[in-house]
């Protein structure tokens, strides 16, 4: 039976085998990710510390983002790396387990468990996104496969923080740790059953430095590249730090508790859900680039009104408009990137935009936890609004330098023909 169009890239066996194994393990994660932040508000009863551990496992993909890529483009398999980063992610989830169960969790043993994950995912990140594209039986199917990851991640955004918070209220932040890491193993077994058809392409000899460098020159030099990446940084310090401070307006702000903050982020997580379909179902990469500056102003928009509304449906519509910019944003760099990029730097450019969409992150999420302890949580929702609707205007009013430098690339590449005079 013939797949939909939008679903295109499930047609090749091993990026189908592969993307349900990472469904199970993103749920995992993602049934984590309000434990940790639950266990750390907990604990703690501060949005600074929330804040600090929003930092910590962001942080890595700032600072070692762009090593990370040098190796993914330099390693003989992208899957072994793939294979052992997850392995030892499964081995944190378990310590966060068994520390919670016994009660010897302290704050410092959260925090550098936190550091951990990050130190692992700024290696993970920017392998998977440079990795699946071996698994396509059509190199054409890129652009949906991306689509499709970005509505997989956004998915399971949707769907594990509201089984987090329901577990956590009946049970334990326990249970959430040891559920994500026993969910791993469907995606390492998946990885141990697929096929590479895209081998990385081979490369001369080059030192590590002069790698690094040479995906530098291009991310910075290249003025499409570099305004994506400014726009997305931008948008990510001002919307990502929703994580962080959604316990404190749960139990400040409404007066309840996890269940709340499982919805509100999975909120977010629907809203990330329907751009991602909104891609999914387009035929090309042409004429996306206008919706990166369109997302961070929705983006904008629904955190500034977020930080006004005290009607929790009213609320949920508004948090779906900052997940909807937040990742629109996201997805249509990491496509328009993905297809204008060569293959020998795939790596390092991924890195590069793994740095500006998560490892910036980390700058939101401490700032606005300290933020949120002087003016409160609510008003940091509206600093982090203005911020994205500023960036979303300012990118659309350098768009016709950006087309123009992007028009010579989507020519070479046969996406449009010469005489093509669409927006890019």
Not at 328 to 341: D, E, F, K, P, S
Request: charged share 10%.
């Amino acid at each position: 039976m013939a797949l939909p169009y939008a679903l295109r890239a499930l047609g090749s066996r091993n990026f189908r085998l592969y993307y349900s194994g990472q469904a199970v393990s993103m749920i995992g994660t993602w049934v984590q990710s309000i434990a940790l932040m639950w266990l750390a508000y907990r604990l703690s009863g501060s949005t600074w510390f929330t804040g600090l551990i929003g930092f910590l496992q962001s942080a890595p993909h700032f600072f070692l983002g762009p090593f990370a890529g040098v190796l993914g483009d330099r390693v003989s398999s992208r899957r072994k790396l793939l294979m052992t980063v997850l392995a030892l992610l499964s081995v944190q989830s378990l310590a966060l387990a068994i520390l919670s169960r016994l009660h010897l969790i302290t704050l410092w043993q959260l925090a550098g468990l936190a550091l951990f994950a990050g130190l692992c995912n700024s290696f993970e990140t920017p392998t998977r996104q440079s990795f699946f594209v071996q698994l396509l039986d059509r190199r054409e199917d890129l652009p949906n496969a991306i689509a499709l990851n970005s509505m997989l991640m956004n998915g399971t955004r949707l769907l594990g923080p509201s089984i987090g918070g329901i577990l956590i209220g009946l049970t334990s932040e326990t249970v959430c740790f040891g559920l994500n890491a026993v969910s791993y193993l469907a995606v390492l077994w998946a990885l141990n059953r697929v096929r590479i058809l895209q081998p990385a392409t081979p490369r001369p000899p080059s030192h590590p430095l002069a790698d690094l460098a040479e995906g530098w020159r291009y991310v910075a030099g290249f003025l499409p590249a570099r305004r994506m990446l400014l726009a997305l940084s931008a948008v990510s310090i001002a919307i990502a730090p929703y994580s962080t401070l959604m316990p404190a307006i749960a139990v400040k702000t409404y007066h309840q508790g996890a269940e709340l903050v499982g919805l509100f982020v999975g909120a977010v997580g629907l809203g990330a859900v329907v751009s991602a379909v909104f891609l999914a179902r387009r035929p090309s990469v042409v004429g996306l680039s206008k919706w990166i500056g369109i997302a961070a102003i929705v983006a904008g928009l629904g955190a500034g009104a977020f930080s006004f509304s005290r009607w929790i449906p009213l609320s949920v519509v508004f948090l779906m408009m900052a997940g909807f910019g937040m990742f629109m944003a996201g997805a249509c760099c990491n496509t328009i990137l993905q297809t204008i990029v060569d293959d020998e730097k795939r790596g390092r450019v991924m890195s590069y935009y793994t740095m500006s969409f998560i490892g910036t992150a980390p700058l939101g999420h401490f700032g606005g936890g300290w933020l949120a302890e002087h003016i409160g949580a609510p008003m940091t929702f509206l600093v982090g609004g203005v911020i994205a609707l500023a960036a979303g205007i300012a990118f659309l009013a350098q768009m016709p330098a950006f087309r123009e430098h992007l028009r010579p690339v989507y020519v070479t590449r046969g996406i449009i023909p010469a005489s093509h005079d669409r927006p890019q």
